[in-house]
């Protein structure tokens, strides 16, 4: 059974900080790459960051220099660290994985709201 359980969503100001957590099971972690993604009202959802297995990140235009994405293989955790925090960034985020090769799996979490007051 796969689980991706996403913590660390919250209330914070404009300027601060937070950091995400996904911790994975039942997927082969160190082959997948893991992502995160945001949902505001009203929008698509979109891409923030992905970590690809070979140690690739990618970042929307958005987030760039103010967002960290990184994993711990051991743990079979992603994090998203997010700094500069501006209203704008007010979403449900929710992380994702993607299997390769032979291990074709596409799952999500449940989601973690992040909130950014002005």
């Known amino acids: 059974q796969v ?3 996403e913590s660390g969503g919250g209330l914070v ?9 996904c911790a994975a099971s039942g997927i082969i972690f160190s082959i997948s790459a ?3 993604y945001r949902q505001a009202p009203g929008k698509q959802r979109e ?3 992905v ?3 070979g140690g690739n990140t990618n970042y ?3 987030v760039k220099g103010r967002f960290t994405i990184f994993r711990d293989n051991a743990k079979n955790t992603v994090y998203l660290q997010m700094n500069s925090l501006k ?5 449900v985020y929710y992380c994702n994985t993607k ?4 291990f074709n799996y596409d799952y999500w979490g449940q989601g973690t709201q992040v909130t950014v007051s002005s």
Not at 87 to 91: G, I, K, L, R
Not at 99 to 102: D, N, P, S, W
């Open 99 to 102: 299997g390769a090769g032979i």
């Open 47 to 49: 891409l923030v960051a």
């Open 34 to 36: 893991m992502g995160w």
């Open 87 to 91: 209203p704008e960034d007010t979403a």
């Open 51 to 53: 970590s690809t297995s």
């Open 60 to 62: 929307a235009d958005s």
């Open 3 to 5: 689980q991706l359980v």
């Open 13 to 21: 100001q404009a300027g601060g900080s937070l950091r995400l957590s």
